[in-house]
């Protein structure tokens, strides 16, 4: 009976909370008619497919689509592979003004990407580089969080097996790369997906350096839908669902890694 | 044969070379877009420059105290501290109230906790354009909500009212998923022991929830303070989507003041937009600072 009253308590809660999503989901299987009329509906008339096509023929948002996910893939294994060098050296390497050097890489995760925006807009333009693929991917490469969540984990490896290693004559490449890196999976795991999500969803960066809908992300290929397509929901709420779908894989099919990744430093 | 006993002050040759090529591709995009471009916005931020962003003369702290001084300047602070307390607070006491709920032993809890992270998944631009739809004077949702409430319509957006309040929303409902994974890994953090021990002894529902689930969680939700006040602090998209900082500037926060004077209309103001600039980073440094210092103290006291 409690029980009962529990799981409808939190049916209740769950319907809230989600229903911008089963908004999102049903409208863009409606009618243009059925989310402009009075009483809203809640439900689609039919299931009505072509809104995808519809918003496809639209703006070019399997182009801008393709830009986001090549930007992101970019992204992160620059990110990997930057964390990975920087978090051994900062681990296994003794080398002069270690700490210094660790205290300025994570003096950038102070440093929000809005304070040097304008400064780094000035070089992109100076570069001639408005408006490219490496505009979108080269401020990004590096990370203070990647590199002190690599070191974090490095530091949890034995040093009995650096030490033998080295003995036996293996290189520092070759150690990182056929022992160390093939350890290191959950936290290259968890970096990758937290990399992704957030290279993804940028909207500022994305904003300033492209002006053509050919070169623009996805997330700014919505915010244009929004306003072109204003009196056809339907089409703008398809670009949304086909924008969510990629995120809603990752957060199933990789809950841990992400709740991993976000609290890293939360919880002690 | 033991690597760590090197004298101070004497290293490896090699392990200094291997150091500085593992080293060498972090450290040039941190200096080319993270250092570079801040010390350049400083410089910015006290010099006169043109539309390049060519620096042609020197102002000093002028602009500053243009900015301070200037009521029509200062107030993206009142807008941003107003944005800040109603996106943080909410998020964090629905968050936290979500997570404890989700504590309940009920059948398919896990799937519940799922399910209820999804906002998640929605990017800022994606949680935008859903709620202009909601938000649609004429045809939206919530007007029509009203509209059957037999209560007056709303004009959500672009009433100076209940801009601001509209906006947060949005935020809110897009990082209360993030709130309630963090607080729900505290709350697992805490010794099933510690609560068995305070029922035998005859503690109620409350009294466990104020002397020992809050007091316990108090890292957790210092850490997601300070993370949501950082996040609240640089958000753009929602701004930019909904209301382009308007009615009359009453959602122009710092970021996207600093945008408008650097980007909108043709304006090229960079003096004043790094000033704005310059302010955000002394805010989130001093946040990030405050941080580390209670996290210190926490390791050596705590």
């Known amino acids: ?268 | 044969m033991s690597t760590a006993s090197l004298p101070r002050g004497r290293y490896r040759r090699k392990d200094v070379v291997v150091a500085v090529c593992f080293l060498a591709p972090a450290t040039a995009v941190f200096v080319m877009f993270g250092f570079y471009p801040l010390v350049r916005t400083v410089w910015l931020s006290v010099a006169a420059s043109d539309i390049f962003g060519n620096v042609t003369g020197f102002v000093g702290l002028d602009r500053y105290a243009d900015f301070f001084a200037d009521p029509a300047l200062r107030r993206v602070l009142l807008v941003t501290l107003a944005f800040v307390l109603a996106t943080v607070l909410p998020t964090l006491l629905i968050g936290l109230f979500l997570a404890l709920v989700l504590q309940a032993r009920v059948p398919g809890i896990g799937f519940f906790r799922t399910l209820m992270a999804t906002p998640f998944a929605f990017s800022a631009a994606a949680a935008a354009v859903v709620f202009d739809i909601f938000y649609s004077p004429s045809v939206g949702l919530f007007n029509g909500l009203l509209d059957l409430a037999g209560l007056p319509v709303a004009q959500w957006l672009t009433d100076p009212a209940t801009a601001l309040p509209s906006l947060a929303l949005v935020s809110v409902w897009r990082d209360l998923g993030y709130a309630m994974l963090v607080f729900s890994a505290g709350l697992q953090a805490i010794p099933e022991s510690l609560f068995e021990a305070a029922r035998t002894d005859g503690a109620g529902r409350w009294t466990l929830l104020r002397r020992i689930v809050l007091p316990l969680l108090s890292p957790t939700m210092f850490f997601l303070l300070v993370v949501s006040t950082i996040s609240s602090l640089q958000t753009f998209g929602e701004i930019n989507i909904l209301t382009g900082g308007g009615p009359d500037g009453a959602t122009t926060t710092l970021v996207y003041g600093l945008y408008q004077s650097a980007f909108a209309f043709g304006a090229s103001d960079y003096g004043l937009a790094s000033v704005q600039a310059v302010v955000l980073l002394v805010l989130v440094m001093v946040i990030t600072i405050i941080q580390f210092r209670f996290l210190q103290r926490k390791v050596f006291y705590g």
Not at chain 1, 38 to 61: E, K, M, Q
Not at chain 1, 108 to 136: C, H, K, Q, R
């Open chain 1, 1 to 268: 009976m409690r029980k009962a009253a529990t799981l409808a308590g939190l049916t209740a809660l769950l319907a809230v909370v989600i229903f911008p999503l089963y908004y999102t989901v049903a409208g863009s299987l409606m009618t243009q008619e059925d989310l402009t009329r009075f009483p809203p509906a809640l439900f689609p008339s039919g299931l009505n497919w072509d809104n995808f096509a519809g918003v496809l023929r639209a703006v070019p948002l399997a182009r801008q689509y393709l830009n986001s996910i090549v930007v992101s893939l970019c992204v992160v294994a620059g990110i990997l592979v930057t964390s990975v060098l920087a978090g051994y050296a900062f681990t296994f390497l003794e080398f002069p003004f270690r700490r210094f050097a660790f205290g300025l890489f994570l003096s950038t995760m102070m440093i929000p990407a809005e304070a040097s925006i304008i400064p780094n807009y000035l070089t992109m333009a100076d570069w001639g580089l408005v408006n490219t693929f490496p505009a979108l991917i080269l401020p990004f490469l590096a990370s203070g969080f990647g590199t002190f969540m690599m070191r974090q984990f490095f530091m949890t490896f034995p040093r009995e097996v650096y030490e033998a290693a080295k003995v036996e004559g293996c290189g520092h490449l070759r150690f990182l790369w056929s022992i160390l890196v093939p350890l290191s999976r959950p936290a290259l795991g968890t970096l990758a997906v937290y990399s992704f999500i957030g290279t993804y969803n940028h909207y500022f960066w994305p904003l300033l350096v492209t002006n053509t809908p050919s070169m623009q992300t996805l997330q700014i290929g919505l915010a244009q839908l929004n306003s072109v397509e204003e009196r056809a929901p339907n089409l703008i709420l398809a670009g949304v669902v086909m924008a969510i779908i990629p995120m809603l894989v990752m957060i199933y099919a990789f809950q841990r890694h992400i709740v991993r990744g976000l609290t890293t430093g939360a919880v002690k």
